[in-house]
């Protein structure tokens, strides 16, 4: 039987009452079960976490002793238990060590997404999916007008642009993803990445994610015209707004994220609509439970055939 209170949300986050757990909490708990790395879904300070080993890598990089107390490492695919809840990690194919957690409790499952994308990366684990009754899933983007174009497609658009480019990107899966797409797809380019980025790609490296080529960034290099793509975390993009020489392109399935109507990169780390319907066909849950963003689409479209529920 499927728990209707199985999991909800509080001030503190995602509550699981039957393992007295979180998932994502927003602000530090006892005992949290964190799906990836992004600061949105991994905070600091909690007392006990259960995580991929990436997970806690990125963790201990971004808050260093204040990451949390114990760190339990999970692999893939590897049930434990807390209280009488067995859970099983699997990829979310978000980025590197996202996990979607299986939740299973007295005879139901319950498959929470965390942020999760179908598109092929090279640099995080693709997706492996579970079938269960409850799919407990994201909907950032879960719109029929959303519908994130090709990436490689995307990407090729820089080989047009022959000056040195200024490319924004969220450091923490984005910033390397687009590194190993530039050196396949546009090999003309020379990547040059800005400090903050460069120890998370060294995490990756570590984790035998090869990124490719690509240079930390130096302050002569862009004085000259030689095809550089200068990736830089999203408040550096802000304050090079005036820059000139340089074509700002900022990489994000947002719309209101792009620079102009011209300039845009459409390049999302989320499933879009087909990605959220193709995660029910591979599921088949009886419920769908929706997080971060707007089920009201969703409802809709699955009217007598699955019971959705918005949680947020
Ligand atoms: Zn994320
Ligand atoms: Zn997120």
């Known amino acids: 039987m499927i728990l209707d209170d199985f999991i909800y949300l509080d001030d503190k986050g995602i509550y699981c009452p039957y393992g007295d757990f979180y998932i994502d909490p927003k602000q530090p708990v006892p005992l949290a079960v964190i799906s990836h790395a992004h600061a949105d879904h991994a905070v600091s300070g909690n007392t006990e976490v259960y995580c991929t080993e990436p997970t806690a890598a990125f ?44 939740m299973e409790y007295q005879g139901s499952s319950y498959l929470y997404t965390g942020d999760f994308k179908l598109q092929p990366d090279a ?56 590194i190993t797409l530039i050196n396949e797809h546009a090999p003309n380019k020379k990547i040059l990445v800005h400090h903050k980025i460069m120890p998370l790609n060294a995490i990756y490296e570590r984790m035998g994610y090869k990124l490719g080529a690509y240079q930390m960034y130096g302050r002569k290099l862009m004085k000259n015209q030689e095809e550089f793509v200068y990736i830089v975390p999203p408040f550096t993009f802000d304050s090079y707004i005036r820059a000139t020489g340089v074509k700002r392109l900022f990489a994000s399935g947002w719309k209101n994220l792009q620079v102009n109507q011209q300039d845009t990169l459409f390049i999302s780390d989320h499933a879009d609509w087909n990605d959220i319907l193709e995660a029910v066909k591979q599921v088949q849950p009886q419920q769908l439970w929706t997080l971060h963003g707007d089920g009201k689409h ?12 918005i949680l947020n």
């Not at 695919?77 to 099983?88: E, G, L, N, S, Y």
């Not at 719109?143 to 642009?161: G, M």
């Not at 969703?298 to 529920?309: E, S």
């Open 59 to 102: 963790m201990q990089l971004r808050y260093g002793k204040m990451a949390a107390k114990v760190f339990n490492l999970v692999g893939w695919h590897q049930p434990f238990k807390i209280k009488d809840v067995q859970i099983t990690f699997s990829s979310a194919g978000h980025m590197l060590g996202s996990a979607m957690i299986l």
């Open 298 to 309: 969703l409802k809709n479209y699955y009217k007598n055939d699955i019971f959705v529920k």
């Open 123 to 178: 640099t995080c684990e693709p997706i492996a999916w579970h079938k269960a009754d409850v799919l407990i899933t994201e909907s950032t983007f879960a719109d029929p007008a959303v519908l994130h174009p090709n990436p490689v497609e995307e990407i090729k658009k820089l080989n047009n642009i022959k000056i040195n480019i200024l490319l924004g990107a969220y450091g923490l899966g984005k910033s390397q993803r687009l």
